[in-house]
């Protein structure tokens, strides 16, 4: 019978490594959402249309970037007068709400701790929760050492100042929470202009067929994932600008239901709080000048001055 040299004490998990896995939290600002919207376009819905050059992807640009640095640093997305040129999409944020009826897991506001002298670290949504494993031992060992080992009495100490207990009580856990969401409704304007209707009609079609008969969609960034919609209607515009020359424009409205954790760089609270736990509280006795009394037993013969 092969014999089994797993040492199963309380303090050892099997394959512990394999067991533990580590997540990088990363905080969700604007930023974060408007970067997950801008990746869709640009990476997930990945538009193309046809050109004199072939079938090629369309760029997408923030409007908010300033015209200096586009021309800097997208030198082919003009031409040599400094026009854009077609077919180009441009994306732009055109409304952020807090809107208190648009609730996501966390219904009810729940203030965050706070720690006393130290002030308040923040903190409302439990989020994970592990033993400190060294805190926790040098309970239970002090405890085995008092009840088996040198310190216990004649009759109960047996030498073993580590000896394993199946439950032990006083356990540590290292509590981790983060700061509650708060929920956002942001707006975006997504503006596409060509040369041409037909390729208008072919960087268009994807956004109205991509989702089926629904009309709402998932993006996701650092972990962060974010529910938006698009808008029903499409807004459509014809430029005539000469003769021979004319742009064909359609903009779409997308509403992003987001969430923001912490202030940003202006927190002063951390992202993530990590406390510990209490696991024994000892109260003094009371004492009087002139006839004190025990109200506690004693131990062996010796007053205690702390209550069992």
Do not use: C
Request: proline share 5%.
């Amino acid at each position: 019978m092969p014999v089994d040299t797993y040492n199963r004490n309380y303090t050892e998990v099997k394959d512990a490594d394999g067991n533990l896995k580590e997540i990088i939290f990363m905080p969700s600002t604007i930023e974060t959402i408007d970067q997950a919207f801008y990746n869709w376009v640009d990476e997930t819905m990945n538009p193309s249309a046809t050109t004199n050059k072939g079938f090629n992807k369309v760029p997408v640009i923030w409007i908010s970037a300033e015209r200096a640095f586009q021309i800097k640093d997208n030198k082919e997305l003009r031409d040599n007068n400094g026009v854009l040129k077609l077919p180009l999409m441009i994306v732009n944020r055109t409304e952020l709400a807090k809107d208190n009826s648009f609730k996501g897991v966390a219904w009810a506001h729940i203030p965050n701790m706070n720690d006393g002298l130290r002030g308040p670290r923040g903190g409302s949504l439990t989020v994970a929760r592990r033993i400190n494993q060294e805190k926790t031992s040098n309970f239970v060992n002090a405890d085995s050492k008092r009840k088996f080992g040198t310190l216990g009495s004649a009759t109960s100490g047996h030498g073993q100042e580590n000896f394993p207990f199946a439950n032990p009580g006083k356990v540590v856990y290292e509590t981790m929470t983060m700061p509650i969401p708060v929920y956002v409704s942001v707006k975006y304007e997504l503006t596409i202009r060509t040369n041409y209707q037909q390729q208008l009609n072919e960087i268009t079609t994807p956004f109205i067929t991509r989702t089926g008969q629904i009309n709402n969609f998932f993006i996701n960034h650092e972990g962060h994932r974010f529910e938006g919609f698009i808008q029903d209607n499409f807004i459509q515009a014809m430029d005539v600008t000469g003769e021979d020359e004319s742009s064909y424009e359609t903009k779409l409205e997308f509403r992003i239901l987001g969430y923001l954790l912490g202030g940003g760089i202006n927190d002063e609270q951390p992202k993530i709080a990590i406390r510990e736990n209490a696991v024994q509280i000892r109260m003094p006795r009371e004492r009087v000048i002139v006839g004190d009394i025990p109200q506690h037993n004693s131990k062996k013969g010796v007053k205690s001055f702390y209550k069992d």
